[in-house]
């Protein structure tokens, strides 16, 4: 009898891709390619390694999950939100902290969400995972960039018409006031928004697997913030994890972060793979 094995794959969208020219499409306003918005060094390749892992061992896989950051162009991690203390744009890339606002070094281009937006730093600062990253405005819900890597949405296409199955697709990340990079929760979950509490619904299929594999970008933000809040929610069932380290990069200027969380992971008791081992994995439980 097959084991349930379940892949859950982390945010695989062109927006996080250093994808070469032949997978950018030409803009129609111009003759220039399109371009990622926050592209990470090397997640091309991760991406293509774990759509050879879906297209060699899909008869092994019992279950696919898809994360897909879903932003709104106007958010408290954008430009857009921000506003310098000369009135001039905010780059992205620029931390802002409680006590910028304060001090009025950067504030929101709508004065009446100062309140609102000095009570989330608040918070965000008191939970101790994160600061406020004002990123590019990237995964921009309707645009190409949101879409996923062509090779993973073909290889997981594959699997499904294989399987008569469905990939369950969580989207994350709509609501302006809140950083989500986790798809169990958002970083400030919004008593009002039930999309930015803790997911029980995806726990609970996650829970299901004997195996749950995981891959996807970046492993210095939504990889690392997915995995940690899952390693909770499992509690003494983690050895069920595996991190395919060979399928997740980090952010430039992150690898400490990463590296940090794959050690916590492994004295957690997370189990790490390459995808050629995972490839192998999915092929024996395919011929039971």
Known sequence: MKDRLHLLVIDPQNDFCDLPSEY????????APRAPALPV???????????????????????????????????????TFWVAADGGPVAPFTEIT?????????????????????AYLDALETAGRYRLMVWPVHCEIGT????VHDDVRTAYNRWEDA??????????????????????????????????????????????SDRLYIAGEAGSHCVKATT????EQFGGEVARLTLIEDCM?????????????????RAAGVRFAKAADVTQELLVNAGR
Do not use: C
């Not at 199955?165 to 928004?193: C, L, R």
């Not at 972060?257 to 992971?265: G, P």
């Open 228 to 231: 940690e809040h899952i390693v």
């Open 249 to 265: 990069s980090p952010v430039g200027g992150f690898e400490a972060q990463q590296q940090a969380f794959f050690e916590r992971m």
């Open 24 to 31: 950018l499409p030409i803009d129609p306003a111009g003759d």
């Open 41 to 79: 060094a090397g997640a091309h390749d991760d991406m293509r390694r774990l759509a050879q892992l879906i297209e060699r061992g899909r008869h092994g896989l019992t279950a696919i999950t898809v994360t897909l950051d879903s932003h709104h162009r106007y958010h408290i991690a954008h430009p």
């Open 163 to 208: 399987s008569l199955g469905v990939v369950a697709k969580i989207a994350k990340g709509s609501n302006p006031w809140t950083e989500h990079y986790s798809a169990v929760m958002a970083e400030v979950p919004d008593a009002g928004e039930p999309d930015t509490q803790l997911n029980r619904k995806l726990i609970d299929s996650l829970l299901a």
């Open 98 to 118: 409680a006590a910028d606002v304060r001090a009025a070094r950067f504030l929101p281009r709508d004065p009446d969400a100062r309140t609102r937006a000095l």
């Open 144 to 147: 190409w960039g949101h879409n």
